[in-house]
Protein backbone atom coordinates (compact mmCIF):
# COMPACT_ATOMS: atom_id res chain seq x y z
CA UNK A 1 0.00 0.00 0.00
CA UNK A 2 2.84 2.15 0.24
CA UNK A 3 4.25 1.89 -3.11
CA UNK A 4 2.78 4.33 -5.57
CA UNK A 5 2.92 1.95 -8.52
CA UNK A 6 0.30 -0.31 -6.60
CA UNK A 7 -1.63 3.08 -6.54
CA UNK A 8 -0.81 3.88 -10.24
CA UNK A 9 -1.91 0.28 -11.56
CA UNK A 10 -5.30 0.65 -9.84
CA UNK A 11 -5.92 3.99 -11.48
CA UNK A 12 -4.12 2.47 -14.75
CA UNK A 13 -6.44 -0.61 -14.18
CA UNK A 14 -9.72 0.99 -13.64
CA UNK A 15 -9.17 3.64 -16.36
CA UNK A 16 -8.62 0.94 -18.85
CA UNK A 17 -11.31 -1.70 -18.08
CA UNK A 18 -14.00 0.82 -17.12
CA UNK A 19 -13.60 3.66 -19.27
CA UNK A 20 -15.85 6.97 -17.76
CA UNK A 21 -16.22 10.52 -18.58
CA UNK A 22 -14.97 11.48 -15.53
CA UNK A 23 -13.15 9.56 -12.16
CA UNK A 24 -13.73 9.57 -8.63
CA UNK A 25 -11.10 8.42 -6.84
CA UNK A 26 -11.71 7.42 -2.87
CA UNK A 27 -8.71 6.57 -0.38
CA UNK A 28 -9.47 4.60 3.13
CA UNK A 29 -7.57 3.45 5.88
CA UNK A 30 -5.37 6.29 7.81
CA UNK A 31 -3.86 9.85 7.50
CA UNK A 32 -0.94 11.89 8.63
CA UNK A 33 -2.44 15.13 6.59
CA UNK A 34 0.95 16.59 4.72
CA UNK A 35 2.75 13.12 5.88
CA UNK A 36 0.34 10.86 3.46
CA UNK A 37 -2.10 8.10 3.76
CA UNK A 38 -2.64 4.66 3.03
CA UNK A 39 -0.41 2.74 6.10
CA UNK A 40 1.43 -0.22 4.69
CA UNK A 41 1.17 -3.47 7.27
CA UNK A 42 2.65 -5.92 5.91
CA UNK A 43 5.75 -4.56 4.47
CA UNK A 44 6.64 -2.09 6.76
CA UNK A 45 7.29 0.47 4.00
CA UNK A 46 5.33 3.48 5.87
CA UNK A 47 3.09 5.16 3.49
CA UNK A 48 1.99 7.32 0.65
CA UNK A 49 3.64 10.24 0.72
CA UNK A 50 1.76 13.36 -0.78
CA UNK A 51 4.62 13.30 -3.06
CA UNK A 52 3.83 10.02 -4.58
CA UNK A 53 0.19 10.34 -4.17
CA UNK A 54 0.97 13.07 -6.95
CA UNK A 55 3.39 11.12 -8.92
CA UNK A 56 1.15 7.98 -9.07
CA UNK A 57 -1.92 10.67 -10.21
CA UNK A 58 0.16 13.07 -13.06
CA UNK A 59 1.27 9.23 -14.49
CA UNK A 60 -2.18 8.47 -15.38
CA UNK A 61 -3.95 11.75 -16.06
CA UNK A 62 -5.60 12.33 -12.94
CA UNK A 63 -8.71 12.27 -11.95
CA UNK A 64 -12.07 15.07 -11.34
CA UNK A 65 -12.25 14.26 -7.76
CA UNK A 66 -10.77 12.61 -5.08
CA UNK A 67 -12.22 11.94 -1.71
CA UNK A 68 -9.84 11.28 1.58
CA UNK A 69 -11.89 9.69 4.18
CA UNK A 70 -8.56 8.86 6.47
CA UNK A 71 -8.07 11.18 9.31
CA UNK A 72 -6.40 14.48 8.72
CA UNK A 73 -6.56 14.39 5.15
CA UNK A 74 -8.34 17.64 5.11
CA UNK A 75 -4.48 19.65 4.72
CA UNK A 76 -3.59 22.65 2.92
CA UNK A 77 -0.38 21.33 2.03
CA UNK A 78 -1.82 17.78 1.00
CA UNK A 79 -4.67 19.80 -1.18
CA UNK A 80 -1.39 22.15 -2.83
CA UNK A 81 0.24 19.07 -3.21
CA UNK A 82 -2.58 17.44 -6.04
CA UNK A 83 -3.78 20.65 -7.01
CA UNK A 84 -2.75 19.57 -10.74
CA UNK A 85 -4.31 16.23 -10.30
CA UNK A 86 -7.65 16.65 -9.51
CA UNK A 87 -10.53 19.37 -9.46
CA UNK A 88 -12.17 18.91 -6.09
CA UNK A 89 -10.60 17.72 -3.37
CA UNK A 90 -12.17 16.32 -0.24
CA UNK A 91 -10.66 15.42 3.14
CA UNK A 92 -11.40 16.18 7.07
CA UNK A 93 -9.94 18.38 9.11
CA UNK A 94 -9.93 16.26 11.88
CA UNK A 95 -11.35 12.99 12.36
CA UNK A 96 -12.12 10.47 9.63
CA UNK A 97 -15.32 10.02 7.71
CA UNK A 98 -14.79 6.01 6.15
CA UNK A 99 -18.49 5.60 8.70
CA UNK A 100 -20.13 8.38 6.33
CA UNK A 101 -18.53 6.69 3.10
CA UNK A 102 -20.19 3.63 3.88
CA UNK A 103 -23.37 4.36 1.22
CA UNK A 104 -22.05 7.23 -0.87
CA UNK A 105 -21.74 4.39 -3.85
CA UNK A 106 -25.22 3.72 -4.41
CA UNK A 107 -26.23 7.63 -3.51
CA UNK A 108 -23.56 8.52 -5.92
CA UNK A 109 -24.58 6.77 -8.95
CA UNK A 110 -28.06 7.91 -8.52
CA UNK A 111 -27.06 11.23 -8.19
CA UNK A 112 -25.21 10.46 -11.38
CA UNK A 113 -27.74 8.75 -13.58
CA UNK A 114 -30.34 11.68 -12.97
CA UNK A 115 -27.88 14.07 -13.19
CA UNK A 116 -25.40 13.42 -16.21
CA UNK A 117 -24.26 16.71 -16.91
CA UNK A 118 -23.74 17.96 -13.28
CA UNK A 119 -20.27 19.70 -12.78
CA UNK A 120 -17.63 18.89 -10.72
CA UNK A 121 -18.04 21.79 -8.03
CA UNK A 122 -21.52 20.70 -7.97
CA UNK A 123 -20.65 17.17 -7.46
CA UNK A 124 -18.04 17.88 -5.05
CA UNK A 125 -20.65 19.83 -3.06
CA UNK A 126 -23.16 16.74 -3.52
CA UNK A 127 -20.73 14.55 -1.93
CA UNK A 128 -20.82 16.92 1.26
CA UNK A 129 -24.39 16.81 1.21
CA UNK A 130 -24.94 13.17 1.23
CA UNK A 131 -22.21 12.82 3.78
CA UNK A 132 -24.17 15.10 6.09
CA UNK A 133 -27.34 12.70 5.54
CA UNK A 134 -25.90 9.39 5.87
CA UNK A 135 -24.23 10.72 9.16
CA UNK A 136 -27.56 10.82 10.35
CA UNK A 137 -28.98 7.69 8.51
CA UNK A 138 -25.84 5.52 9.82
CA UNK A 139 -27.55 6.25 13.50
CA UNK A 140 -30.78 6.24 12.74
CA UNK A 141 -30.76 2.48 11.28
CA UNK A 142 -30.39 -1.32 12.78
CA UNK A 143 -27.47 -2.97 12.16
CA UNK A 144 -26.45 -6.54 13.11
CA UNK A 145 -24.47 -6.81 16.32
CA UNK A 146 -24.77 -2.63 16.75
CA UNK A 147 -26.19 -2.22 20.16
CA UNK A 148 -27.94 1.81 20.74
CA UNK A 149 -25.59 2.35 23.27
CA UNK A 150 -22.84 1.82 20.79
CA UNK A 151 -24.94 3.51 18.26
CA UNK A 152 -25.03 6.56 20.65
CA UNK A 153 -21.17 6.39 21.66
CA UNK A 154 -20.03 6.32 17.71
CA UNK A 155 -22.66 9.27 17.27
CA UNK A 156 -20.79 11.58 20.17
CA UNK A 157 -17.29 10.60 19.04
CA UNK A 158 -17.62 11.61 15.29
CA UNK A 159 -19.35 14.71 16.23
CA UNK A 160 -16.67 16.09 17.69
CA UNK A 161 -14.11 15.02 14.94
CA UNK A 162 -16.22 16.09 11.76
CA UNK A 163 -14.90 18.62 9.69
CA UNK A 164 -15.08 17.82 6.35
CA UNK A 165 -14.50 20.60 3.09
CA UNK A 166 -14.68 20.15 -0.18
CA UNK A 167 -12.33 22.88 -2.09
CA UNK A 168 -12.03 23.66 -6.20
CA UNK A 169 -8.52 22.86 -6.38
CA UNK A 170 -8.14 25.54 -9.47
CA UNK A 171 -7.82 28.32 -6.36
CA UNK A 172 -4.75 26.62 -4.39
CA UNK A 173 -1.77 28.84 -6.41
CA UNK A 174 -3.57 31.95 -5.36
CA UNK A 175 -4.00 30.39 -1.72
CA UNK A 176 -0.02 29.34 -2.00
CA UNK A 177 0.20 33.15 -3.28
CA UNK A 178 -1.61 34.66 -0.32
CA UNK A 179 0.45 32.18 2.47
CA UNK A 180 3.41 32.88 1.51
CA UNK A 181 3.10 36.97 1.55
CA UNK A 182 1.31 36.19 5.02
CA UNK A 183 4.15 34.49 6.52
CA UNK A 184 7.13 36.86 5.07
CA UNK A 185 4.59 39.91 7.34
CA UNK A 186 4.44 37.93 10.30
CA UNK A 187 7.92 37.07 9.95
CA UNK A 188 8.88 40.45 10.00
CA UNK A 189 7.20 41.03 13.24
CA UNK A 190 9.77 38.74 14.78
CA UNK A 191 10.58 38.84 17.97
CA UNK A 192 8.90 42.33 18.53
CA UNK A 193 5.23 40.55 17.82
CA UNK A 194 6.03 37.34 19.37
CA UNK A 195 3.51 37.17 21.61
CA UNK A 196 0.45 38.64 19.64
CA UNK A 197 1.43 35.40 17.10
CA UNK A 198 1.03 33.07 20.28
CA UNK A 199 -1.98 34.68 21.25
CA UNK A 200 -3.29 33.97 17.65
CA UNK A 201 -2.10 30.68 17.68
CA UNK A 202 -3.75 30.14 20.59
CA UNK A 203 -7.30 31.44 19.78
CA UNK A 204 -7.35 29.76 16.30
CA UNK A 205 -9.30 26.81 15.22
CA UNK A 206 -6.83 24.10 16.12
CA UNK A 207 -7.35 19.66 16.25
CA UNK A 208 -7.70 18.28 18.45
CA UNK A 209 -9.53 19.87 20.79
CA UNK A 210 -8.30 20.43 24.56
CA UNK A 211 -11.12 18.35 25.60
CA UNK A 212 -9.57 15.23 24.25
CA UNK A 213 -7.56 14.27 27.16
CA UNK A 214 -7.04 10.68 25.85
CA UNK A 215 -3.84 12.60 23.76
CA UNK A 216 -1.01 14.88 24.59
CA UNK A 217 -1.71 18.09 23.33
CA UNK A 218 1.23 19.16 22.69
CA UNK A 219 1.90 16.76 19.70
CA UNK A 220 -1.82 16.26 18.82
CA UNK A 221 -2.45 20.27 18.23
CA UNK A 222 -0.14 20.55 15.52
CA UNK A 223 -2.20 22.19 12.94
CA UNK A 224 -4.69 24.90 13.05
CA UNK A 225 -7.94 25.77 10.73
CA UNK A 226 -5.86 28.62 8.00
CA UNK A 227 -9.09 30.54 7.38
CA UNK A 228 -9.86 31.17 11.24
CA UNK A 229 -5.88 31.89 11.42
CA UNK A 230 -6.54 34.78 8.88
CA UNK A 231 -9.65 35.72 10.25
CA UNK A 232 -7.23 35.90 13.35
CA UNK A 233 -4.35 38.02 11.71
CA UNK A 234 -6.73 40.23 10.49
CA UNK A 235 -8.29 41.39 13.83
CA UNK A 236 -5.06 41.46 16.13
CA UNK A 237 -2.86 43.47 13.66
CA UNK A 238 -5.64 46.27 13.98
CA UNK A 239 -2.80 48.64 13.21
CA UNK A 240 -0.44 46.84 10.34
CA UNK A 241 -1.25 47.76 6.93
CA UNK A 242 0.05 45.06 5.09
CA UNK A 243 -0.86 42.13 7.34
CA UNK A 244 -4.12 43.04 6.83
CA UNK A 245 -4.20 43.01 3.72
CA UNK A 246 -2.19 39.87 3.41
CA UNK A 247 -4.92 38.25 5.94
CA UNK A 248 -7.72 39.53 3.91
CA UNK A 249 -6.28 38.53 0.57
CA UNK A 250 -5.91 35.28 2.21
CA UNK A 251 -9.44 35.27 3.57
CA UNK A 252 -11.04 35.76 -0.21
CA UNK A 253 -9.10 33.46 -1.57
CA UNK A 254 -9.83 30.70 0.57
CA UNK A 255 -13.46 31.44 0.98
CA UNK A 256 -13.19 31.05 -3.23
CA UNK A 257 -11.80 27.87 -2.85
CA UNK A 258 -14.27 26.08 -0.32
CA UNK A 259 -17.41 24.74 -2.14
CA UNK A 260 -19.28 22.96 0.85
CA UNK A 261 -18.20 22.37 4.60
CA UNK A 262 -19.71 19.74 7.00
CA UNK A 263 -18.36 20.22 10.82
CA UNK A 264 -19.72 19.36 14.26
CA UNK A 265 -20.75 21.94 16.91
CA UNK A 266 -17.47 21.80 18.81
CA UNK A 267 -15.47 22.65 15.93
CA UNK A 268 -17.07 25.69 15.11
CA UNK A 269 -13.92 27.49 13.30
CA UNK A 270 -13.18 24.57 11.29
CA UNK A 271 -14.25 25.62 7.43
CA UNK A 272 -11.45 25.17 5.52
CA UNK A 273 -8.17 23.20 5.46
CA UNK A 274 -5.46 23.03 8.26
CA UNK A 275 -2.28 24.08 7.83
CA UNK A 276 0.62 22.66 9.90
CA UNK A 277 1.43 25.00 12.75
CA UNK A 278 3.20 23.25 15.99
CA UNK A 279 3.16 25.36 19.37
CA UNK A 280 6.61 24.56 20.47
CA UNK A 281 10.29 23.98 18.93
CA UNK A 282 10.28 20.44 20.82
CA UNK A 283 7.71 18.74 18.71
CA UNK A 284 8.23 20.52 15.64
CA UNK A 285 8.84 17.35 12.74
CA UNK A 286 11.57 18.22 10.78
CA UNK A 287 10.16 15.56 8.28
CA UNK A 288 8.03 18.80 7.06
CA UNK A 289 10.80 20.38 5.19
CA UNK A 290 12.16 17.15 3.85
CA UNK A 291 9.03 15.00 2.15
CA UNK A 292 9.52 17.15 -0.81
CA UNK A 293 5.76 19.11 -0.65
CA UNK A 294 4.94 21.45 -2.85
CA UNK A 295 3.28 23.84 -0.40
CA UNK A 296 7.06 24.29 1.11
CA UNK A 297 9.00 24.91 -1.53
CA UNK A 298 6.81 27.34 -3.30
CA UNK A 299 5.86 29.22 -0.08
CA UNK A 300 7.82 31.25 3.05
CA UNK A 301 5.64 29.44 5.70
CA UNK A 302 8.09 26.57 6.80
CA UNK A 303 11.18 29.26 7.53
CA UNK A 304 8.35 31.33 9.19
CA UNK A 305 7.87 28.40 11.59
CA UNK A 306 11.66 28.02 11.99
CA UNK A 307 11.84 31.96 13.22
CA UNK A 308 8.36 31.81 15.14
CA UNK A 309 9.28 28.90 17.25
CA UNK A 310 13.50 29.43 17.64
Request: one cysteine or more; a negative charge.
Amino acid sequence: MSDYSTLKDFLVYGKKNFPAERYLLSIGNHGGGWKGACFDHTNSDGFLTMDEFQKALDEVGGVDIICFTPCSMGALESAYELRNCTDIYIGNEAGGDYSFWRFMTGDLCTLLNENPDISNVDLGKNIIRLMKKNFIDIFLQEYPGVSREMRIQCFKWFRVLISTNAVDTSNMEQIGKSVDQLARDLSLEIPNKSFRIKMIRILTQSFYPKFFKLYDEDIICDKIDILDFAKKCHTFFFFDKEIRSDARELMNNINNAVIATFHSIYLPQARSLTIYFPSKINVYNSSYTTVDLDFVKDTYWDEFLGLYLN
